[in-house]
């Protein structure tokens, strides 16, 4: 469950972890071991791409009633694929899109609505590409979730 005292931690590391749990890494079996395929934030470990960074954006919050502390907190997430190749780049994007959609309502304590992460949408992606053929592609995918905080 998300607790009010460390949602933009548990929020960013649900978030990571079903990203990890459900899109493949094209490079599993040579990635170094100081390397990892998703982040969180921009990595502070070695690169190796493709990679995954998650972060979170620009949270805001609205009271639920005039004399509560409760709030409904709108959680903004910056997901940005980092690729090789145009071509790994749209796939690793679509697993990540198609595994953050199926992920919601699981049954057991991994879903984002089972945890308290409810109202999954996509605002946007945008592709930010290097020039030139060794340049890096990637795509920025900003996804919201709302939560309860008590």
């Given at each position: 469950m998300i607790s009010s005292d460390t949602f933009i931690k548990d929020t960013t590391l649900a978030?990571?972890?079903i990203i990890?749990?459900?899109?493949?890494d094209p490079i599993s079996a040579t990635r170094s071991a100081n390397s990892r395929f998703v982040v969180t934030n921009y990595p502070e470990k070695d690169v190796e791409y493709p990679m995954i960074s998650?972060?979170?954006t620009n949270i805001a919050t609205q009271r639920l009633g005039i004399a509560s502390e409760m709030q409904w907190a709108k959680i903004p997430f910056e997901i940005r694929v980092w690729a090789r190749s145009q071509t790994e780049k749209d796939s690793l994007t679509q697993q990540t899109l198609n595994t953050l959609r199926t992920n919601q309502y699981t049954g057991s304590a991994t879903g984002t609505v089972d945890i308290g992460m409810y109202g999954y949408e996509v605002d946007n992606t945008v592709d930010v590409n290097e020039s030139g053929k060794g340049g890096i592609k990637s795509k920025v995918i900003g996804i919201n979730y709302w939560t309860i905080l008590s």
């Open positions: 978030i990571r972890a990890t749990s459900g899109v493949t998650v972060t979170d």
